[in-house]
């Protein structure tokens, strides 16, 4: 296959490398969690599992503060206009945290409820409720990192997100070590060393971009009206990420119910399937930055054919990474402290994740490049399809019984489900739409 002269494969490249080693780090914040936290006992991973997912839906249904700030500044650098692409990134930020205040103040109180909507047990319930009541004061820098993150993949730039991940991860990696195993401070000790990395990875990310926004003469006061079009323009974002993070916390609420052990397996089979989804994710974030800088220049061609390598890049990546899995599977359970009820569970359902992963590399690179191009809405309304596809095979589990596995099994059904809503839209023409 060959690529027109203004993008390759070393362009691909050059974007999805650097974004893999970002992308990765933010899945490691929380595999190091569970890492250090599985050695306070079962009890404490399990509560990591409840309040993991609770946060981290919260944060993601913002994704599209990243994803559609990339888009939007993309597509304006592939039209010539530097300055106003800055300009909508720093929109963005201001959004990001008006919407991370909005959380704390809004889930603070309701924390308890938030936790009982996955029937933990008390003894769960109580240390989930501590992990995230802390963790939500992070909020605000989660959410300012996902902003800045989009202006600076939109510029082109994936290498600056990589180095302020790898800084991140390291400090984070640090202080939870010292916080749990040296200072024992519990689960919290967990979430406010997370808290404080997180912090310290939004001020760089501030500072980056004033220093964009003064090469390019751009003003950093918030400007009201284009704040709102940042997030009406991230509606149907958010719609399909909404629809994207019902389907996870459904399944954490099935596998709470199925007991401890469940829970506690599939809370790191999630994290493990949360990091393999980054790391394939490496190469969507290369085509929303390459579809969006192309269409905004014109260039239908380029795209289509860096979306056929993508795919296919996309293809043999998720062989490998199945592979690792099943090479590593027995030796992963211990990596987490898992007794040998955990153990067995988490096996179990590591071979679903490893064979998944072809798929998942062609339905992340798919979903990338229909961002990159801007058609949102066609992925909302994809995602609630999906969404309603996987429901009654998530309830058939529960009611008949079924295990862990089946519950993997259903999450394969709605894989597969995206994977023909996206393909067929991808290659149709419909949202090939050029111009700034």
């Known amino acids: 296959m060959t690529l027109t002269p203004r993008v390759g494969s070393r362009e691909i490249l050059r974007l999805a490398v650097p974004a893999f080693g970002a992308l990765v780090a933010e899945p490691l914040f929380i595999l190091v969690d569970y890492a250090i936290v599985g050695r306070l006992g079962t009890l404490s991973l399990g509560a990591l599992g409840i309040a993991g997912t609770a946060l981290t839906t919260l944060v993601n249904v913002c994704v599209f503060l990243a994803y559609g700030t990339t888009a939007a500044v ?14 909508q990134g720093i929109d963005g930020l201001w959004l990001a945290v008006a919407i991370g205040l909005a959380i704390i103040v809004t889930c603070w109180p309701l924390a308890p409820w938030i936790v009982e ?5 008390p003894g769960v319930a109580g240390p989930a409720v501590t992990y995230l009541r802390i963790s939500l004061l992070g909020t605000p820098a989660m959410l300012i990192i996902l902003a800045g993150t989009g202006i600076l993949r939109g510029l082109q730039d994936t290498v600056t997100p990589l180095a302020v991940s790898i800084g991140s991860f390291t400090l984070n990696a640090v202080l939870n070590a010292v916080f749990v195993l040296v200072l024992h401070w519990g689960i919290a000790g967990s979430a406010w060393g997370t808290v404080l990395a997180q912090g310290l990875g939004a001020a760089v990310y501030l500072r980056v971009v004033a220093r964009a926004a003064r090469e390019h003469h751009v003003s950093l006061q918030p400007d009201p009206a284009g704040i709102r079009d940042s997030g009406t323009a991230g509606i149907a974002l958010l719609i399909r990420t909404i629809c994207l993070r019902i389907v996870l916390v459904v399944a954490t609420a099935v596998a709470t119910r199925m007991g401890v052990a469940q829970l506690a397996a599939h809370a790191v089979a999630t994290q493990i399937w949360s990091l393999l989804a980054f790391a394939l994710d490496a190469i969507a974030i290369a085509g929303q930055a390459i579809t969006g800088r192309a269409l905004g220049a014109g260039d239908v061609h380029e795209t289509r054919a860096a979306t056929r390598t993508m795919v296919t890049w996309g293809i043999g990546y998720g062989v490998v990474l199945g592979l690792a899995i099943l090479l590593l599977r027995p030796a992963i359970p211990d990596l987490f402290g898992a007794d040998s009820t955990v153990s067995a569970q988490l096996q179990a359902v590591l071979w679903v994740v490893a064979l998944l992963q072809p798929l998942n590399g062609v339905v992340f690179v798919l979903d990338g490049v229909l961002i990159g191009a801007g058609d ?30 089946a519950l993997w099994a259903a999450l394969g059904a709605w894989m597969a489900a995206r994977l023909v809503t996206l393909g067929l839209r991808a290659y149709g023409r419909a949202w090939l739409v050029t111009g700034g």
């Open 74 to 87: 993309a597509r304006q650098v592939g039209a010539g206009y530097v300055a106003r692409a800055v300009k």
């Open 117 to 121: 909507l996955f029937g933990a047990s």
């Open 376 to 405: 949102r809405r066609y992925l909302a309304w994809a995602s609630a399809l999906t969404t309603i596809v996987y429901l009654p095979a998530v309830f058939a589990v529960v009611n008949l019984g079924g295990g862990l596995v």
